[in-house]
């Protein structure tokens, strides 16, 4: 490798705890005024909201470690989780595919006897036995038409903003619950079973919220740091980067965390293969406009979040982070996260608009109670899934990999991951290039 600091584009998790493992010189920069990236929190009239809801679900010991006993150690909330799902005029459990009791009758056997013929039956056998070529034939696969209908397919076409049909099977990955028969059964029945889905435990920090967590990182992140600075083209082949500043840094290696869909006007400003830049444009993604309330404490439905899959709700979820953690917002207030997924671009104010009246439409704010109400925009949230993202993906990354960059995080690596994913993927980055 030429010599060089180690550039870092992006001060995510991904971007800081490659900081923190790397060694040798390094420089990050990072495009907004603070580190952290979506792990970060604003404070409103004694409201903290998360860029809406994010609960850290961990799986991988080591990173439960540092989180437990490092950077959240006096500072950890261990919750259980409360999720609802909102459909036919009633609350639900979730994961809907394990909670069908309390749902109407026709309802209930519409899955159940769609789950059997699936998995089981010879009507679902023809699926069974040939690789699946979307998320449509995926469901109908491992759930059957009843599960289909009345939730995921239009709670998916809600989030992606396209058929299931034109998303891949891998969309949902490990995300999408996929229960036995015995454990379907029980659901119907309302009989005990254990919680089931990725997240039904999960930590948040007791105080500050979620950027506690990308705080405490950023204090053990090595680098020198640019905020404020974006990355604004790329010359591959001399590896080079240029930055908002005009300045202009020869790296040995670059840790790519911004959205991989950016290397197309990056590599397009500077120099670099044109397969490159053809493969990333067709990375496509949707975008999330979360509408968040502070309100009087009004009573109605209690939950973390709760799913709406059908289309006369506009939104995909509602969050309550002041259920998770009551100090994030003040005392005789709740506060809500509203989240809303688009392509392109919306009318922010008819999002609050249209937010303000469900809540009080479901019973949980009444309108003279509402504090203040506002729209906030990530426009890249969900990678999609479609027919072209494996192949661009992987056609993008190991372009990128010829020339000394390595991607790392959910939108470098262009997939669907948690934040513990985000710290695993900026370490092993890390890793990969300290040999
Ligand atoms: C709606 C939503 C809800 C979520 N909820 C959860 C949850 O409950 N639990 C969970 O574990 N995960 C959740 N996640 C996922 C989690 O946010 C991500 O996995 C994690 O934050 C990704 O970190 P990252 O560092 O890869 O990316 P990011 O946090 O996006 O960091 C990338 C950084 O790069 C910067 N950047 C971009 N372009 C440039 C440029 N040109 N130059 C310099 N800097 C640039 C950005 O400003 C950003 O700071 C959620 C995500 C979304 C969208």
Redesign the pocket.
């Known amino acids: 490798m030429p010599p060089g600091p180690t550039l870092i ?9 490659c900081s923190r493992e790397l060694r040798g010189p390094s420089i990050l ?4 005024d603070r ?5 970060r929190t604003d404070e409103t009239e004694g409201f903290l909201f ?8 961990l799986r991988d010991p080591g990173i439960r470690a540092l989180v437990e006993e490092r950077w959240l150690k006096d500072n950890l909330l261990v919750v259980a989780r409360r999720a609802r799902i909102y459909s036919e005029s009633r609350w639900t459990d979730f994961p809907y595919q394990h909670n069908l009791r309390g749902l109407p009758p026709e309802t209930i056997r519409d899955c159940l006897v769609g789950y059997v013929q699936a998995t089981l039956g010879e009507e679902g056998r023809a699926l069974r036995e040939r690789p699946l070529r979307n998320a449509a034939e995926f469901i109908e696969r491992h759930l059957g038409p009843g599960f289909a209908r009345h939730f995921l397919t239009p709670y998916n076409e809600k989030l992606y903003c396209v058929p299931c049909e034109e998303l891949s099977p891998e969309w949902g990955g490990r995300f999408i619950p996929r229960p036995s028969l015995d454990e379907v059964v029980r659901g119907a029945l309302g009989l005990p079973q254990s919680a089931a889905g990725y ?1 039904a435990v ?1 930590v948040y920090p007791r105080e500050g919220g ?1 950027e506690s967590l990308s705080r405490a990182l950023a204090k053990e992140a090595t680098s020198e740091v640019r905020l404020g ?4 083209a790329l010359d591959l082949p001399r590896r080079r980067a240029r ?2 500043s005009g300045e202009e840094i020869a790296y040995r290696a670059l840790v790519f ?3 991989l869909s ?1 290397v197309a006007p ?1 590599v397009e400003a500077g120099a670099g293969p044109q397969p490159i830049v053809e493969a990333a444009r067709k990375l496509r993604s949707v975008s ?1 406009t ?1 509408v968040e309330i502070g309100a009087d404490e009004s009573g109605g439905e209690r939950f973390h979040w709760a799913y709406f899959p059908e289309p006369r709700y506009r939104f995909y979820r509602i969050g309550s982070p002041s259920e998770v953690n009551p100090r994030l917002a003040p005392r005789g207030a709740r506060s809500f996260a509203v ?1 809303f997924a688009h392509r392109g671009p919306v009318d922010a104010a008819a999002l609050v608009e249209n937010a303000v009246a469900a809540l009080c439409e479901l019973g949980l704010a009444e309108r003279s109670g509402i504090r203040f109400a506002r729209a906030r925009t ?1 426009p ?3 990678v999609l899934f479609d027919a072209e993202h494996a192949a661009a993906r992987d056609e993008v990354l190991a372009g990128l990999r010829k020339h000394d960059v390595v991607a ?6 262009w997939e669907y ?7 695993l ?2 370490r092993e980055a890390a890793r990969a290039l300290s040999g």
């Open positions: 584009a992006g001060g995510g998790l991904a971007g800081l705890a920069v990072e495009a907004s580190l952290g990236g979506l792990v998360d860029w809406t809801g994010h609960w850290l679900h997240n999960f979620i600075t974006r990355l604004v930055l908002s965390t911004a959205p950016a990056l999330v979360t989240e990530i890249v949230a969900y790392a995080g959910r939108y470098g690596r991951s948690s934040m513990e994913d985000a710290l993927s900026g």
